[in-house]
């Protein structure tokens, strides 16, 4: 069964930055696409970037410029870097390990995590 543990999330002054983790296990081989959703209560789980098995990337477009996905495949562990955070990025941030070895518009992922908590205060 594939894990996700997410790590990093903190409070943060608008402006800072902060990187994400997300390190996965349980299953045999390269992991496949990755991504990094958020969700603010009230509101639907929105994606914020995701990235394949080789490394291309996909980014929601208000998050572009902003954050920077990578992954380690040795390490199974895929980053989000966000730089220049703004209030309006306050959220519980989840990890997702997808099916397919490349991110599509609304791929199903097999795997969250369980969220980790990054806000940041004006």
């Known amino acids: 069964q594939v894990q996700l543990v997410e790590s990093g999330g903190d409070l943060v002054q608008a402006g800072g930055s902060l990187r994400l983790s997300c390190t996965a296990s349980?299953?045999?081989?390269?992991?496949?696409?990755m991504g990094w959703y958020r969700q603010v209560p009230g509101k639907e789980r929105e994606l914020v970037a995701a990235?394949?098995?080789?490394?291309?990337?996909y980014y929601a477009i208000s998050m572009k410029g902003r954050f920077t996905i990578t992954r380690d495949n040795a390490k199974n562990t895929v980053y989000l870097q966000m730089n220049s955070l703004k209030s309006d990025d306050t959220a519980v941030y989840y990890c997702?390990?997808?099916?397919?070895?490349?991110?599509?518009?609304?791929?199903?992922?097999?795997?969250w995590g369980q969220g980790t908590q990054v806000t940041v205060s004006s």
């Open positions: 997702a390990q997808y099916y397919s070895d490349y991110y599509y518009h609304e791929a199903p992922a097999r795997a």
């Open positions: 990235i394949s098995t080789l490394g291309t990337t």
């Open positions: 349980g299953f045999i081989g390269s992991a496949p696409a």
